[in-house]
């Protein structure tokens, strides 16, 4: 089953904030990078799916527990998004990297997770030559931009 567009976005979306919490935590503790990213993505994901119904109950729509149900459960690439980075980070910490170089791997895998998506989406465009390079750097410029940041911060 192909993803949705808003299921795409979503998961660009979620990665994009799990490598910002990764990128401006404390690298103390990998259990405390985890929770941070886990809490930040939920927050994130139950504000964008109470705005989405609070756009359609400001805009006259009657929700009745099914539209909930539905919104609630559209966003969920964000929160399914964070996993991938945070398997990354469990399991360098877990083959011997200290925290700071836990975090390193996995903003890497974030990183070329981001290029990734791009090229995926370029692709499912048809997209090929210097656009895709264009399509596939945009989303990376991303991930690149918050190694920056945790470079800068640490």
Known sequence: MEASPRHQAAAI?????SGS???????DSV????????VTVFVYWLAE?????????????????????HSLSEGLPLIRASYAPLIVLIVA????A???????????????????MGFIA???RGVTGWPLVIVTGAAGL???VLMVLKLSLH
């Open 13 to 17: 979306y979620g990665t994009i904030i």
């Open 21 to 27: 919490v990764m990128a401006a935590a404390p690298q």
């Open 31 to 38: 259990l405390t990078v985890v929770v941070l990213v886990l």
């Open 49 to 69: 799916r109470y705005a989405d119904l609070l756009g359609a109950y400001a805009h006259g729509h009657h929700l009745t527990r099914a539209d909930v149900r």
């Open 93 to 96: 910490a877990l083959l011997g």
């Open 98 to 116: 200290d925290t700071p170089a836990a975090l390193t791997i996995a903003m890497g895998f974030t990183v070329a997770w981001l290029f990734l």
């Open 122 to 124: 370029g692709r499912r």
């Open 142 to 144: 991303f991930g690149v």
